[in-house]
């Protein structure tokens, strides 16, 4: 006991203490310029986080903060509003803090750039502001998605053509996921941790630290109301699961609920392309991208069906790619249903021009 603590009180409390920026700096064992400008962006990162989840707590109540704006963005999808409120929010929250020189956001054709920023701040901000807009609106979880890039050159044109790397440039990724809690999620290289907003002392507080997705998990998410528009190898795997005990369908239509279920529980989530578009729905910088740093860290996968979601170069800013990620045997059941399908092609091929 050490001047009326004991060892348990004291361990407890240090817990409830360990705030997000406390544990930036501890990830990255320094309290040198770089690991402040990283703790305080994710400190930045968190704030919007909190503005987001107070306008939802009161959007049912408020004006011009629910339904549609009336046009649509560069993805030629319908504008909710809340779409709109996030985008805003994360620009505002980062537009004087002299930690980033431009904002990448699926909302926006173009990065939106802080000049008075870029002497210092030469970090890029890429983020989904709301996925799945759609539940906002009936009351259901919703998140935002978010990565932290290092720039490359000066980027005189603005043409952003740096970003156009893989996905083992992110420096940092995670989420806010917005429900009964608000959850962040995020990973610097040195595993995946979650922390919950304590909305008395208004801030996050480490909940779960060294986040393993296990091997294999009994729940598989996918939209199969696009079942006859998808590839016959998708439609093997979900026929599959359909034949075999032990699988459960969850799917919310929100890509970070559905995927923090499987971060914590385990499964495999699937959002694949169609035949009429086989790159998929989902943005690689924004989305799949981000998610996938998280899937790796945390000891699962993330892949297209064909090759490791990381190792893919986007050809643009909005480059999409179809998605499986979560536990490594259940990614691996998919890809082998994918390969199958290819074979027999090739097989086919090889035959009739024998």
Partial sequence: MVNGYQPAQAAALDRDCMTLSRHVLQQLQSFGPEAQDLSALMNRIALAGKLIARRLTHAGLMEDALGFTGRTNVQGEDVKRMDVFANDVFISVFKQS???CRLAS?????????????????YTLLYDPIDGSSNVDINLNVGSIFAIRQQTGDDVDQSAADLLQDGHEQIAAGYILYGPSTVLVYSMGYGVHAFTLDPSLGEF??????????????????????????EDSIRDFIRYVHRHDGYS??????????????LMQGGVF???????KPEGKLRLLYETAPLAYLAEQAGGRASTGTQPILQVVPDKLHARTPLVIGSSDDVALVESFISERQREAEAELAASQS
């Fill in 270 to 276: 699937l959002y694949p392309g169609t035949v009429k």
């Fill in 106 to 122: 699926e909302e926006m054709e173009k990065p939106y750039y802080i000049p008075e920023n870029c002497p210092v701040g030469r």
């Fill in 205 to 230: 507080i480490l909940s779960s630290e060294n986040i393993r997705i296990p091997e294999h998990g009994p729940t598989y998410s996918v939209n199969e109301g696009n079942f006859w528009q998808w």
């Fill in 98 to 100: 002299g930690l980033v």
């Fill in 249 to 262: 369908a969850r799917y919310s239509g929100a890509l970070v609920g559905d995927f923090h279920r499987i």
